[in-house]
């Protein structure tokens, strides 16, 4: 529980950072962002599987990348769960915004996570 509540907030601080750096991504604040992590977190446990699963052919025919388009798949359910509170302008924002944040996830993993778990002994 307390890692999903710790990947809902670095989420949401990814969410507010995407948002400060591309004007076709809004968010209307940081508790619209966290709001917008815990759905994505839902989807990417319910509905991203699934999506993979249909996929599944055209993501090995291009070496994994379809994810992103996946990725951002989830991003714009969301934005359509959250209303006006979190908007993306168009796909082509939704995929970009969805490399950004698997960049920082991977940054944040490297960097972060495994270097604590090192030190812990996990």
């Known amino acids: 529980m307390i890692k999903w509540a710790v990947s809902v907030l670095v989420n949401a601080v ?3 950072v995407i948002a400060g750096y591309f004007d076709s991504f809004h968010l209307s604040g940081f508790g619209a962002a966290i709001i917008a992590s815990m759905i994505l977190s839902v989807l ?5 599987p699934i999506l993979i699963l249909l996929t ?3 993501t090995v025919v291009t070496l994994g990348l379809f994810l992103f388009v996946i990725n951002a798949i989830t991003l714009m359910m969301t934005q ?3 209303g006006e509170s ?3 302008d168009g796909f082509g924002t939704a ?4 490399i950004v944040i698997s960049i920082f996830h991977l940054l944040i993993q490297k960097g972060i996570i495994e270097p604590l778990n090192e030190k812990r002994g996990d």
């Open 14 to 16: 990814i969410l507010i």
């Open 44 to 48: 990417n446990v319910l509905v991203k």
């Open 80 to 82: 359509g769960i959250m």
């Open 56 to 58: 599944l052919p055209i």
């Open 86 to 88: 979190f908007e993306i």
């Open 95 to 98: 995929i970009l915004a969805s």
